[in-house]
């Protein structure tokens, strides 16, 4: 059996009860939310529905999932149904790109992409964060991109500049810092 489901949040206040956030997960991670609430939109919208008085729905849209199969569909349904960010409903920090864009570059994205794009990038941020909460003396660049399969090695060189962006996108969210000696140590626990 495969453990990956994706799920919506839904707010009870109207009739049907609307999705507000469509996620991916096994074991309890839907009724996570709920339980430990965030300062992320999702979070502020929960806040809204409990303060009101109400329970947060959680609905199993699909289970039995690989979590390729999980994360194709997730990306799908935050693409079709938009987040708040582009006049969508959802308040997932995905943005989805809709149909098929022409940069004036003249790259085209074609549609989903972006998606999949946010969703991995979500995920690599954790397994960072994880490996840095796991050794609290820090962890360098090189560290990150050893231990998680990240190493470049394009035209022989060792450019690992997947793993600095992810340290500097950790460090600008104020989840890790940069500590002495080049190592970085988180500061979400």
């Known amino acids: 059996m495969n453990p990956y489901y994706i799920y919506a949040l839904k707010d009870p206040r109207s009739t049907p009860a609307q999705p507000f956030y ?6 309890v991670r839907a009724w996570d939310h709920t339980i430990r609430v965030d300062e992320t939109r999702k979070g502020k919208r929960i806040n809204e529905i409990q303060s009101a008085g109400y329970q947060v729905i959680t609905t199993v849209l699909a289970d039995d999932l690989t979590e390729f199969q999980a994360l194709k569909l ?18 997932n920090t995905v943005t989805p790109s809709g149909s098929a864009q022409k940069l ?8 989903g992409t972006v998606e999949k794009a946010q969703i991995a990038l979500n995920l690599l941020k954790a397994a960072v964060l994880e490996l840095a909460q796991g050794n609290p003396d820090g962890i360098t660049n090189s560290d990150v991109a050893k231990a998680l399969g990240l190493q470049s090695d394009y035209s022989g060189g060792s450019k690992d500049y ?5 340290l500097g996108l950790l460090m600008r969210e104020g989840k890790m810092i940069r500590a002495e000696s080049r190592k970085h140590k988180a500061v979400v626990k």
């Open 22 to 27: 469509i996620g991916k997960g096994t074991g």
């Open 74 to 91: 997730e990306a799908e349904l935050i693409s079709a149904f938009g987040t708040t960010a582009n006049g969508g409903i959802l308040t």
């Open 104 to 111: 004036r570059s003249g790259l085209v994205v074609p549609s």
């Open 162 to 166: 997947l793993s600095w962006s992810i």
